[in-house]
C-alpha cells in the first residue's frame, strides 16, 4: 500500500501524511465521511487527533475523490480486531518471529511446517512483509508452546529474533529468544475450556 500512496501523493506530502494515519488506523472515507467500519466519525475527531484543520481535510476528501486508484483504496479500509491485547488475559502464547527483509517468503513455509510437525494449537497467525516496515509473523497459541519448536525456529536461516508473550515464566535456551511475563496473573476459568486439554 506504501507504494501507492508515495506514488500518488509525491508532491502532498501532507495529503500523505493523512491518508496514511487513516489508512493505519482502519479509517475509511465513504461519500466524503469517515468510517470506522460502518460507525461514522466526525471530521472536527479526524482534524483533532491527527492535528490538523478541517480545510486540509476536506481538500484531502477531494483529491481520494478524484482518483479512482485512491478513491477504491480508501473506501475499503476496514478495522481487523487485534486479539494479541486480549490473549495474555486468557493465557494464550504470543510469538512474534522477526524476519530479515528478503527473507519472508523462504522463512514463512519452514515455520508453518514445523508448526505442523509439533501439532501446535493455534490461535490466529498474522504476518507483515512489507520494504518499508519490520517484517515479521505473530502467532498466538491456545496454550503453551513446546520448547523444542523455538530450538527449530531458532535455527532457519532469516529469523532475526523470537519475542514470546507468555501469560506464565518459560525457560526457552534460544540465542534470538526475548521473553516477557505477563505481569498480570488473572484466574479465570479460560483453562478449563476443551481447547486447553
Do not use: W
Not at 486479539?83 to 508453518?112: A, C, F
Request: aromatic letters at 10%; one cysteine or more.
Amino acid at each position: 500500500m506504501q507504494l501507492i500512496f508515495d506514488e500518488y501523493f509525491k508532491a502532498y506530502p501532507v495529503k500523505k501524511k493523512i491518508v496514511e494515519r487513516l489508512y493505519a488506523n482502519g479509517i475509511s472515507i465513504v461519500n466524503n465521511k469517515f468510517y470506522v467500519n460502518n460507525i461514522e466519525v466526525s471530521i472536527s475527531s479526524i482534524a483533532n487527533s491527527i492535528k490538523v484543520n478541517r480545510r486540509t481535510l476536506y481538500e484531502t476528501i477531494k483529491f481520494v475523490n478524484d482518483n479512482p486508484v485512491i478513491k477504491e483504496v480508501m473506501e475499503n479500509v476496514s478495522v481487523i480486531p487485534d486479539i494479541k491485547k486480549i490473549s495474555l488475559l486468557m493465557e494464550n502464547e504470543i510469538v512474534t518471529i522477526y524476519i530479515d527483509k528478503g527473507m519472508y517468503s523462504r522463512v514463512t513455509p519452514e515455520i508453518m511446517g514445523a508448526i505442523e510437525k509439533y501439532m501446535s494449537n493455534i490461535k490466529e497467525i498474522y504476518s507483515v512483509n512489507s520494504d518499508y516496515e519490520t517484517n515479521f509473523i505473530r502467532l498466538i497459541f491456545y496454550n503453551e508452546v513446546d520448547g523444542s519448536l523455538f530450538k527449530i525456529f531458532n535455527g532457519i536461516p532469516g529469523v532475526n529474533r523470537i519475542l514470546i508473550d507468555s501469560p506464565e515464566k518459560i525457560n526457552v535456551i534460544c540465542d534470538k529468544c526475548d521473553i516477557k511475563i505477563c505481569p498480570h496473573k488473572i484466574s479465570s476459568s479460560f483453562r478449563e475450556h476443551n481447547i486447553y486439554k
